[in-house]
Nanobody
Framework: QAQLVESGGGLVQAGGSLRLSCAASGRTSTFYYMAWFRQAPGKQREFVARIRWSSSSTVYADSVKGRFTISKDNAKNTVYLQMGSLKPEDTAVYYC?????????????????WGQGTQVTVSS
C-alpha cells in the first residue's frame, strides 16, 4: 500500500503561479510513474503531467505544456507541479496519482494510488 497527500492549492489571479506538492509514503519502491490529473466542475478527470520515478522523463498535456513543470525529490518521496501563467480554465481539483505500470499513458484507470485532491481556483 502507498499513500499520497497533496498540498499547495489555493486561490490565485490569472497570470499568477502556484506550486503543488504530493508527498508519498508506504510502498513507493513500486512506483514507475507519478502523475498529476485535474477535474474541473462538470468535467471528467484529465491528465496533466507525469514523471518517471527512477528518472526525470516527463510528459505533459498539450493544454499545460510550457506553463507547468512536474518535478520530484526522491529523497523526500515528493512530486511537485509548478504552475505558471495560470488561466481561469485551469481551475480544478488537482489529484496526484501513482502507478507501477511502465505504459500507463494518460488513462486514469492505469493509476492505482490517488491522493485526496487539492483545489486550485484561478480568478480572472
Amino acid at each position: 500500500q502507498a499513500q499520497l497527500v497533496e498540498s499547495g492549492g489555493g486561490l490565485v489571479q490569472a497570470g499568477g503561479s502556484l506550486r503543488l506538492s504530493c508527498a508519498a509514503s508506504g510502498r513507493t519502491s513500486t512506483f514507475y510513474y507519478m502523475a498529476w490529473f485535474r477535474q474541473a466542475p462538470g468535467k471528467q478527470r484529465e491528465f496533466v503531467a507525469r514523471i518517471r520515478w527512477s528518472s526525470s522523463s516527463t510528459v505533459y498535456a498539450d493544454s499545460v505544456k510550457g506553463r507547468f513543470t512536474i518535478s520530484k525529490d526522491n529523497a523526500k518521496n515528493t512530486v511537485y507541479l509548478q504552475m505558471g501563467s495560470l488561466k481561469p480554465e485551469d481551475t480544478a481539483v488537482y489529484y496526484c496519482a501513482a502507478t507501477s505500470s511502465s505504459t500507463p499513458g494518460v488513462r486514469e484507470g492505469s493509476y492505482v494510488y490517488w491522493g485526496q485532491g487539492t483545489q486550485v481556483t484561478v480568478s480572472s
